[in-house]
């Protein structure tokens, strides 16, 4: 209770500083891995003209809502989505109980590592992982193999936790909104037990604002006790044209801010800026070879290409990871 | 900006101040309409143990997620579902653009005031009447005639405006656990978009938090704006069992408290209740005849009947609205 009395008067503190002229100052304080170029500048206008009282452009508290894709945009996606990187291990877990897999495809390759031959199978192959490793458990036994996985796995090229895998520009994003009043969700692709399993610790984005795409799920009562068994179905891929339906779904209102990185991400931030009112747009490029990875318009993980068309198209901001960013993980990536 | 300073203000000395000894006081004052009978008193215990730090029932605020059912919980639901009422009203709203309704069943009979004949066509009827008035249009179409209906319809015994169908002491309820750091949840039947034309006003619940059953909708761009259309397909149907279903879809975690009124709202109750932690699941029974409406296990509308065994055995609390309810409505129903 004293605890969130701190908080409380805290960020009270902080969204009354931030009003006075005094704003610039503090988001420069606030974001300090964002080079003095026009992504921040963008930001930090966008956010002092919606919660400036008085100002044409105010947005009240309630309707201040920031939806953030994941993968690429939050944390890094190569050399492989880390979800089908958690699926992988999971696998190897696994295969013990299944030596049938040892002659089944896409396991067999799988568990050989050689990913590319596991996926020649296309979408099913795709499917028979995910639903090898994320069916056939209850949803408290699943959030624990997620929770266990995301503290003790390591990133094949970094070494690094998953948990370092985020960017630290983004994370300074995600606290400078939740200072000034908005509601932060993730959007994202992914699956949404999955990312639970982190977010509110990495983010400080609690589980009822994460969306993300889902499988059916069984209510059952064992020795009376209620479970949610997860079944070997998909429900939702909340991709493309699933993200603005998942955001009306959940969420119920039209964001103010989208940030995102790649084409699968296009219809979210048209559903976000295409309208009337104060809007911030952002896509994230992927341009730093050095730092983190380079890749767009021929990337089959991540593929930014439509996008960057409508983005320049209707102005929104893109972020040059090289020019922009001066610092991309917490760490320094060695290559 | 001031506004919410102020409400952060409030908020801050409003748990600060509940979480002295003097919690007991402030809680009567917050439910004037419940009389100081057996379920006021499980509820005000319930919030001071699990507000109190250091108690061992303390629950962090990020945790304290409260579930509510809507028909029969929060508002009435008699003589019929409002939102079948809202149906009606579209239907006479739109007849005179569809003169084929006039030998179409179940439109003819219910242009004529006849329910019964209507809904002799059991499901399909009445998926048809849903999908004749809930679907065909843009999201930002359907809120605009939600919000034009909920401000002008009046309900069809009582002639009072549907806002003032809720009941008294739950909306209480609703600002006791609001002033106790709690996040209410709707959880019910009804179609999400139709309860968020009026949850945030009548209830301070905002549309994120706000769970219900959806239809199918499509991402258009219509002149490059985009829109969502609502089709004439069911989505999900969050009744039952896919009431936990949806709160781990759309919250990601357990209620520690779950409020409901009929067979319905049993696994939401049990997905609630019957795990470990501190809990308070209650059911809303109907039993005034005079001030509302009594009925329960063998209702159409609202039935409780194994919900009520269940209540029972596992020890949820039980209002009687006769007994327990000083005050219904906020106006005094005339009979």
Known sequence: MVLQLIRLARVAAVVAFATTWAAAAIAQDLLPSWNDTAPKRAIVSFVERVTKAGSPDFVPPAERIAAFDNDGTLWAEQPLYFQFLFAIDRLRALAPQHPEWTDKEPFASLLKGDVKAALAGGEHALLEIVMATHAGMTTDEFEKIVKDWIATARHPITGRPYPEMTYQPMRELLAYLHANGFKTFIVSGGGVEFMRGFAEKVYDIPPEQVIGSTGKQKFELRDGKPVLVKLAAMDFIDDKDGKPISIQ??????????????????????????????RLCLYVHHTDADR???????????????????????????????????????FRLER
Chains 1, 2 share one sequence.
């Open 292 to 330: 983190e990875w380079a890749y767009d318009r021929a990337s089959s993980i991540g593929r930014l290409d439509k996008g960057l068309d409508e983005a320049n198209v209707n102005g929104w901001t893109i972020v040059d990871m090289k020019r922009d960013w001066n610092q991309v993980f917490s």
């Open 249 to 278: 779904k959940f969420i119920g209102r039209r964001p103010i801010a989208a940030f995102g990185n790649s084409d699968g991400d296009l219809q979210m931030l048209q559903w976000t800026c295409e309208t009337s009112g104060p």
